[in-house]
């Protein structure tokens, strides 16, 4: 059953570390997002990319947040350093899109981050 | 803005009754998703129409789409106490932003037994 796996479900840290968080795409897709969940702000999206490129990242903040894909089975999101305002929800999608289609996201079960 | 807006942001209804939830936006669109969210857990996809459909079922869904209004309806019929979730649309705009999928507040449906 080929689902999309994000590490780690839950996190607690302090402000000023740093906190990487793991995707692990489903096998065959070439999307890969990288959302964030809080009751103020809603469903954001912070990145995607397409064949492991980087295609929009203006959700993002640049000082602190990063995102990439080493490999096509691998996509990181890593904040330095964390603040409490980064706590929420942060899911990973994957997808399939070319020739002007993008079909149905498949959603991890989401990192949970909390900021102290 | 390539985002499409749900609503209601709330809807209340009794077990057996029908939800119809609407998703309004502001783009030429390729297709155009619904997605439901449990509580505590990751969205689920649950219907895909083509700009060049007007309607599609999938088991108690129906998804309706008028590319002229710029809007989409999605009917729950025979709503159960297990379709209690937050429902979300999302447009693939294409051109420079296809592909770029986003949210926006969802519907939050809560069927009562």
């Known amino acids: 059953d080929a689902r999309v796996t994000q590490t780690p479900r839950h996190k607690v840290t302090e402000m000023g570390q740093e906190v990487t968080m793991r995707c692990q795409p489903i096998l065959g897709h070439n999307t890969v997002f990288w959302y964030r969940q809080t009751m103020m702000q809603g469903l954001e999206l912070l990145a995607y990319f397409r064949n492991r490129a980087p295609l929009d990242d203006s959700g993002m903040p640049k000082d602190r947040f990063s995102a990439e894909m080493p490999d096509a089975t691998l996509a990181t999101l890593k904040i330095q350093p964390s603040e409490p305002r980064d706590s929420a929800v942060y899911f990973c999608a994957s997808g399939w899109s070319g020739q002007g289609f993008t079909g149905e996201l498949f959603f991890g079960e989401g990192s949970r981050l909390t900021v102290l | ?113």
């Open chain 2, 1 to 113: 803005s390539q985002q499409g807006e749900e609503d209601p942001q709330a809807l209340s209804i009794q077990e057996g009754e029908n939800a119809t939830m609407n998703c309004s936006y502001k783009t030429s669109i390729n297709n155009l998703q619904w997605y439901r969210q449990n509580s505590g857990r990751g969205l689920v996809h649950l219907i895909l129409i083509r700009s060049n459909e007007r309607e599609k079922h999938s088991g108690r869904l129906r998804v309706t789409l008028d590319t002229s209004k710029k809007s989409s309806s999605l009917l729950i019929t025979a709503s159960r106490a297990a379709d209690t979730a937050s429902y979300f649309c999302t447009l693939n705009a294409g051109g420079t932003s296809y592909g770029k999928l986003t949210f926006g507040q969802g519907t939050i449906l809560t069927v009562h037994p």
